[in-house]
């Protein structure tokens, strides 16, 4: 009996963890990527530093 009460424990941690950590990732993911199909504002910002780079990266050297 004790060790289903331990591992009940330890299943229970697993999902008091899960339950904690679930919504933070759903709301980092919609900072990246909103829900209408176009980035959110975090994804918008990564976006246009890329395109920055990209472009300064590609222009040619005089």
């Known amino acids: 009996m004790k060790g289903?009460?331990?591992r009940?424990?330890?299943?229970?941690?697993?999902v008091?963890?899960?339950c904690s950590v679930l919504p933070?990732?759903?709301?980092a993911s919609y900072c990246v990527y909103s829900l209408g199909g176009d980035f959110g504002p975090l994804g918008r910002s990564v976006v246009q530093?890329?395109?920055r780079?990209?472009?300064v990266v590609s222009l040619p050297i005089p």
Do not use: H, N, P
Not at 8 to 14: A, T, W
């Open 53 to 55: 780079i990209v472009t």
């Open 24 to 27: 933070l990732v759903f709301a």
């Open 16 to 18: 008091v963890l899960m």
């Open 4 to 6: 289903i009460r331990k």
């Open 49 to 51: 530093l890329y395109q």
């Open 8 to 14: 009940r424990g330890v299943l229970l941690e697993y």
